[in-house]
Antibody, heavy 123, light 107 residues
Framework: QLQVQESGPGLVKPSETLSLTCSAS??????????WAWIRQPPGKGLEWIGS???????YYNPSLKSRFTISVDTSKNQFSMKLSSVTAADTAVYYC???????????????WGQGTLVTVSS | EIVLTQSPDFQSVTPKEKVTITCRAS??????LHWYQQKPGQSPKLLIK???QSFSGVPSRFSGSGSGTDFTLTINSLEAEDAATYYC?????????FGQGTKLEIK
């Protein structure tokens, strides 16, 4: 059964770049049936989709987050990653990675999710 | 973007009660609406996919209905372990969006 797990620093300074990696186990990121997504949740708030990537490298981003995010995939390591540049305190959140089904005619649900990693932006 | 509005934001309920949470979409989204449960300190877990299809392993007391713009998550005979925040999510159109969440407190 596929599992995903986030890793990365828990503390980042303002204006720096945040880098997180999601490692998949029990299944392949190279499956043609799924996208791989990043979602974040500020403390005490709701969920916000950041973006998704296909194993080929095709990406979709949330336009409301502008262009600060970059998502990439490394099929040889069965991992995908995200970078967020010029972080501010508003980027403090739990960051989740998740698998997203590619449905007939479009997109599907997110499952499974990683346990999440809390990233705090502070000097 | 498609805005999902859930109601209520918070509900305090007693065990064995029937609970109904609604999710209204700002545009018609067919049945591309999914429900998640998030317990404190945990990641969200999928409950219902495509508005009414129960996900594998989810207790039968959870059910979903609706299409177009109005959707409902129903929990029959609520149990103490159902204390959580529930989110709806639309996958009809980019960007994918979530409702603001409904927090269930068990009395």
């Amino acid at each position: 059964q596929l599992q995903v797990q986030e890793s990365g620093p828990g503390l980042v300074k303002p204006s720096e770049t945040l880098s997180l990696t999601c490692s998949a186990s029990g299944g392949s990121i190279s499956s043609s049936n799924y996208y791989w997504a990043w979602i974040r949740q500020p403390p005490g708030k709701g969920l916000e989709w950041i973006g998704s990537i296909y194993y080929s490298g095709s990406t979709y981003y949330n336009p409301s987050l502008k262009s600060r995010f970059t998502i990439s995939v490394d099929t040889s390591k069965n991992q995908f990653s995200m970078k967020l540049s010029s972080v501010t305190a508003a980027d403090t959140a739990v960051y989740y990675c998740a698998r997203q089904l590619i449905a007939v005619g479009g997109y599907g649900w997110f499952d499974p999710w990683g346990q999440g990693t809390l990233v705090t932006v502070s000097s | 973007e498609i805005v999902l509005t859930q109601s209520p934001d918070f509900q305090s309920v007693t065990p064995k009660e029937k609970v109904t949470i609604t999710c209204r979409a700002s545009e018609r989204i067919g049945n591309t609406l999914h429900w998640y449960q998030q317990k404190p300190g945990q990641s969200p877990k999928l409950l219902i996919k495509y508005a009414s299809q129960s996900f594998s392993g989810v207790p039968s007391r959870f059910s979903g209905s609706g299409s177009g713009t109005d959707f409902t998550l129903t929990i029959n005979s609520l149990e103490a372990e159902d204390a959580a925040t529930y989110y709806c999510h639309q996958s009809s159109r980019l960007p994918f969006t979530f409702g603001q969440g409904t927090k269930l407190e068990i009395k």
